[in-house]
């Protein structure tokens, strides 16, 4: 089905565009000057879902049942009273970082996590939530969960698999990937492969850095993950992972990739530099996409910035659909592709920083 | 009775909002009666835990509270008592 709605959330709200006669048109905005930093639209519900993080009155959950028309604001997931993080600091909730629905079988559920590292779920479409006790408790959690770009480990990805809806893993920077096949009892690191070349031990089984964890839509085996440390890619579950990273070239250091919605041998990615500086390589921006499970790159220009450019894309702020691609960048510029990435046009270069970007 | 007096920026979420007479007798005391007239707005002001948001502000008088984790200043009667947001970025 095609797909002619874009949502982008922002620092100041969430901006709509609609597709209109092949030119994609500003529609407006909800939630005006406040950060919106993700939303999803749950498929199996028709609800939207959006991702408030206010400045001062804290972290917000808002529904709409009418495509966006009115938006109703939902109990955010909390921590449960006197919940530590460690040492006796107590945890809030500081960032709603993914959400997803529970899979085909389970249509009234809803996954969110969050920093500090919680998994919260909902049995009711977002009535209520409850921690996921199990991942929270996990005996690495206290001494090998890290801060990395935020004070705390947090969950910024969950797969739910549709063969089997208790199959699910979630990505937590920084300690890596994490799978359940029960449901969510019981959680198993899956990060052999991965390097952490800022731990004294880089092959160390929990403490990576996956950047954005997603399967191929089309292969649920293959997973791919934008690292702190490098671009990795799993043919078998997370079992063990292989670097795909591109040597010598620009497709490294990163935080958002796409999977192709039917070969699960094609992905994208935007690179930055890591990690210091943290923005586009050699002032220039490109995409780069695989179509052989990472073996090679081709890195695409047309129509990008490719002097005096800064952007940097966010993890969830890339998206496509069949062969229509969109980012958008922390100063604002949102691009779109109708050629799986070959070249770009600019839909706008003047909207706020941008979070996310999500073709419904 | 003490007065309950909010920045006019939570009336984007709570169009209602206005000062409130209170016989609370602590600050973490108004929260649960304001909570009461206005569900939810305690969430704007403490966290899950109950602390002061880092970015939110309560005076009694002209005076910030001292107690921002537990909000245990005492509240007596004709005291004036304000809920700000925090000036922050400059």
New interface residues.
């Given amino acids: 089905m095609s797909k002619e709605t874009l949502l982008i959330g922002t620092r100041k709200g969430l901006i709509t565009y609609k597709k209109s006669q092949g030119n994609w048109k500003y529609q407006g905005i909800s939630f005006l000057g406040i950060p919106v930093n993700l939303t999803y639209v749950d498929p199996l519900t028709n609800t939207w879902w959006a991702c408030l993080d206010?400045?001062?009155?804290?972290c917000k959950l808002h529904k709409s049942v009418d495509q966006g028309a009115n938006w109703e604001?939902v109990?955010?997931p909390?921590?449960?009273?006197?919940?530590e993080i460690k040492n006796g600091e107590?945890?809030?909730?500081k960032y709603l970082w993914a959400v997803s629905n529970g899979g085909g079988n389970k249509p009234n559920e809803l996954l969110i996590g969050t920093e500090p590292g919680g998994l919260f779920s909902s049995s009711d479409n977002g009535g209520s939530f409850a921690l996921n006790d199990s991942l929270w408790n996990h005996p690495s959690r206290r001494d090998y969960w890290f801060g990395g770009g935020r004070d705390h480990a947090g969950i910024h990805s969950i797969i739910v698999d549709p063969r089997d809806n208790d199959h699910i893993y979630v990505g937590i920077s920084v300690a890596g990937v994490f799978e359940t096949k029960d449901g969510g009892t019981s959680w198993e690191p899956k990060n052999k492969g991965l390097k952490a070349d800022f731990l004294p031990d880089p092959d160390a089984e929990v403490g990576q850095d996956p950047h954005l964890l997603i399967a191929s839509p089309s292969n649920p085996n293959v997973l791919w993950q934008q690292n702190h440390c490098g671009i990795f890619r799993s043919e078998n579950g997370g079992e063990s992972w292989s670097d795909i990273s591109q040597e010598g070239g620009p497709a490294y250091f990163g935080f958002a990739i796409a999977a192709d919605e039917k070969d699960d041998k094609t992905a994208w990615v935007v690179p930055a530099v890591s990690d210091q500086l943290r923005v586009a390589v050699d002032n220039a921006l490109c995409v780069c996409r695989t179509e052989d499970g990472g073996n090679t790159w081709n890195d695409f220009r047309n129509g990008l910035p490719q002097e005096s450019c800064f952007d940097i894309v966010f993890r969830h702020a890339l998206d496509v659909t069949n062969d229509t691609l969109a980012f958008g960048t922390t100063t604002g510029n949102l691009f779109l592709s109708d050629d799986r990435g070959e070249s770009w046009r600019a839909i706008s270069h003047h909207l706020p920083l941008i979070y996310s970007v999500s073709f419904i | 009775m003490a007065t309950v007096k909010f920045t006019a920026n939570l009336k984007r979420f709570y169009p209602h909002l206005a000062p409130q007479q209170t016989n609370a007798g602590t600050v973490a005391e108004i929260l649960d009666h304001i909570e009461i007239t206005f569900p939810g707005i305690k969430d704007y002001i403490v966290n899950e835990q109950g602390q002061l948001r880092k970015h939110v502000n309560i005076f009694i008088g002209n005076s910030l509270i001292s107690d921002k984790m537990e909000l245990s200043d005492p509240v007596k009667s004709g005291d004036e008592v304000y809920i700000m947001q925090a000036l922050s970025g400059g």
Avoid: D, F, Q, S
């Avoid at chain 1, 909390?78 to 919940?83: A, L, S, V």
């Fill in positions: 206010h400045g001062h009155w804290g604001e109990t955010a909390r921590y449960p009273e006197n919940t107590m945890a809030t909730v």
